[in-house]
Each structure stands twice: as C-alpha cells, then as structure tokens.
C-alpha cells in the first residue's frame, strides 16, 4: 500500500517489482529512484500486476484547467466559485494551504486567502475537457462508471493482452499522457474494488498512485473514522459516535449480526465494507436522473418580477443542457433558498416529456406565483427530472395552439446562438432584465 507518499511501500514489498511512473520502466526493488530517469516516484507492492479496480480523480479539477489556460496562475492561490455569496466551487492547493475548502461560502474563502484570484465557473469549458479524459478512460476498457465531471472508477479486468501491459501499468500510462496532452493532472487509486480504489486514489494527492491490496486492506481500514464508509455522512456519523463507534477498527470488532440489529440495510453496508469488502461491479451506464440550473443572487430579491428574468435564463440553461445530451423530462422542480437559508421546493409533473426552455419556463413560473409572496430569496434554481430519450420530447399540444409557434420560435433562436452565440438572441423578458440592470 501506498500510503504516505509516492515511495512509500508495504513492508512486504520487497518481492515485487517497482514501477516508474515518469517513465513506466519496471525496476527491481529497493531503489530510491528509477535507474533510468532518476524519478524519485516509484510504486512497489506485491499485487501491483493483480489489481483491476481503478479510480481517477482529476486534481482540484476546475482550477487546473484554469492554470492551464492562464499560465501566470501557475504560482497563484486560485478559487472558483460564485460572487461573495455564493460558495467555492474548488480551489487549488495552493489555496487550500490557507483553509480554502470546496463549498465553502466565499466570504469565509477570501478571509482565509485574502490574495486568491476568484473566477466564475466555466461549466462549458470542463465539461468539454472532462469529455476529452473520459474518451481517453474507453479507450483502456468499456468498464468505466463515471462519477462527476472529472472522476470515474474503470475496471482493466482482462485488458493485459489488449495493451501488452499490466493494469497498474496502463494507468501510470494514462496519468502520465493526460498530463501531457491535456493539460491537468489525475490522481489513481488501484485496489481490489471500487470502495477501496476511491479511498487509495485521495491517500497521495496531487499526481498521486497508490495502491491497496486485499491482504492489508482490514489493517488499513482499522484506524481510519467512521466517515470514509461509502454513504456515512455526517448525520450517520453522529448517529454512530453517540453509540461509541468512531474508528473503523470498532465496527470491525463487532459481530456483524449486531451491526445489522441496531442499524439495519446500512448495519449490512458497514460490515462488508469495515472489513474492506466490496462486490459491486464498475457499471458503465449510469444515467443522469435529472438537469438543473442555479444562481445565488449578489443582494436578496423579493418581487416576483425580479425573479422572473433569472428564471427564464436558468431555463434556457438547463434547455441548453438537455438538447445537448438528448434528454427531455416528465418533471419540473423549483427550488428557492431564503435570506436564513431556509430551503424551498416545489415539483409539477407534466402531461409529456420536455427539453423546450418555453415549457420549463411556464412551469417554473407557475410553482414560483405559487412559493414567492414577498419574502427575500438568496438564491433561485430550476431542474427538470424523470429523465427519457430526447425522442420522445415535445410532442403537438393539441390543447395550447400557441406552443407549436413558440417551440418554433425556440429553434430559430437555438440555431442562431449555435453560430453567434448565446448573447446574439435574447428573449424581451430576459433582455429587459439586463437593460434594467445596466442602468441601476
């Protein structure tokens, strides 16, 4: 297991040999550095060539990209996130020295760095490089089950004679040409199944490989917290330190019968999973089970008809989305946050599936006359979910006659802003909006 560092090794891994990752050489152990690189980074472990599971976490992934794209970010402490009032999307390390965490609010981030640079998010520009990794993932194995944008478990199960490579090999490969063909940099945790692979891959951040194998694994576990268990969150935490349970280590000692008495379906989840066991398979299609989009406002908006205008551009947004990967949905969800932070929600079903920024409009916009009476709203968001194939979105509205005008009307403008851009076409409601803005 590698655990400290990218050197470190398990003390029985004197039998294996070690592999360089800047260079992918295979080196007899124990060497400081590569004998032909001189790389310091070795991995030694003695089910290095027996290990399949993977997982690929891209590092602080949002801000890398940005370095890439503005070398003079490079030394810099950098945040992406919202306004003042919004939270840290993710930060760099650099700025995470300082205290700087993801989701944070943004005022606690600059407190604690006060010389970040703060950009907005670019969700287009990642997604178009989180597109580019994932091609890379499927062309090493159709087993990958994507996670997020820029994290993915693969599975390399009989790929040897296919890449003339051990699996550890090939992901010391895929790290080192992510790196230099893209641009950002990946941490891989290699391990016997996916619930170990997740934790080795955060144990050597950033550029990080490391590995834990089945032996070891119960030994690894035992004083690590409760919280690294897959779906321990920190209600369940609570829930389990009030009972004494706080280590891993403690629910091992415990028969699993009575583990599953106290703590049900999840009392099962913590007995396989304290002892490092994990059968669930890397699945490839996971579909998305909804598209939403969110803004947290700079001051507090109260009249409906401030509202309104930033409805209608989240609408657009998620429409955007939708169209983009083919979906529509059978529902529509608003959600509103309070000045105190007190949560809104409100869903309608439709009578057919939909992708049209119209339609989720007018929904959105009914449940926000139903759940705005003047009180002050921090933020607003709009989601469509029961999501089906994009096939079967929108069909004639016997009932509105004016819906085939405006789904008209929306494609026009769909195929003015795919080659001018979104600024090019803007609905009155929204241009307004920004009109109103501009002069205040």
Not at 23 to 43: D, F, K, M, W
Not at 215 to 230: C, D, K, N, Y
Request: charged share 25%.
């Amino acid at each position: 297991m590698t655990d400290a560092g990218p050197t470190t090794a398990s003390p029985a891994a004197g039998s294996a040999r070690s592999l360089c990752r800047d260079c992918g050489r295979r080196v007899a152990p124990p060497r400081g550095r590569c004998p032909a690189c001189g790389s310091p980074r070795l991995v030694t472990h003695p089910d290095l060539d027996r290990l399949t599971i993977a997982h690929v976490d891209c590092d602080a992934f949002f801000a890398s990209v940005e370095k890439r794209d503005n070398p003079a970010l490079a030394d810099v402490p950098v945040i992406v996130g919202g306004g003042t009032r919004g939270v840290v999307s993710t930060c760099c390390y650099i700025a995470r020295i300082h205290g700087v965490r993801s989701a944070m609010p943004m005022f606690k981030a600059l407190e604690a760095c006060p010389e970040a640079v703060v950009i907005r998010p670019d969700m287009a520009k990642y997604s178009a490089v989180g597109r580019q990794i994932r091609e890379r993932m499927l062309a090493l194995t159709p087993l990958v089950e994507p996670l997020s944008i820029d994290e993915a478990f693969l599975d390399l199960s009989g790929t040897e004679r296919l890449h003339q490579a051990s699996p550890a090999e090939v992901m010391a490969r895929f790290a080192r040409e992510i790196e230099r063909d893209i641009g950002v940099t990946v941490s891989v945790g290699l391990a016997p199944n996916k619930f170990l692979a997740k934790i080795a891959s955060e144990l050597d951040k950033p550029r990080g490989f490391a590995v834990i194998g089945p032996a070891e694994a119960r030994g690894f576990l035992a004083t690590r917290p409760v919280g690294v268990i897959w779906g321990v969150g920190k209600v369940f935490q609570a829930r389990l330190a009030a009972d004494g349970l706080t280590t891993i280590g403690q629910l091992q000692a415990m028969d699993p019968a009575d583990l599953i008495r106290r703590y049900g379906s999840m009392g099962i989840r913590l007995a396989r999973l304290c002892q490092g066991e994990d059968d669930r398979q890397v699945t490839p299609s996971r579909p998305a089970k909804s598209v939403s989009a969110e803004t947290t406002f700079s001051t507090d908006l109260s009249k409906r008809a401030d509202l309104r205008p930033v409805l209608r551009d989240l609408s657009e947004k998620v429409s955007a989305r939708l169209k983009a990967a083919d979906l529509a949905g059978r529902s529509v969800t608003l959600k509103l946050k309070t000045a105190q932070f007190r949560l809104i929600t409100r869903s309608r079903q439709l009578a057919d599936p939909t992708q049209l920024a119209d339609r989720i409009f007018r929904a959105g916009d009914d449940l926000l006359a139903d759940a705005a009476w003047g009180e002050a709203f921090r933020l607003i968001g709009i989601g469509v979910g029961d999501l089906v194939a994009g096939t079967q979105a929108d069909p004639a509205d016997l009932i509105d006659e004016g819906s085939g005008r405006r789904a008209r009307a929306e494609e026009a403008m769909d195929r003015v802003r795919e080659k001018f851009g979104k600024a090019a076409v803007e609905t009155g409601l929204v241009h307004a909006a920004r009109q109103d803005r501009s002069r205040s």
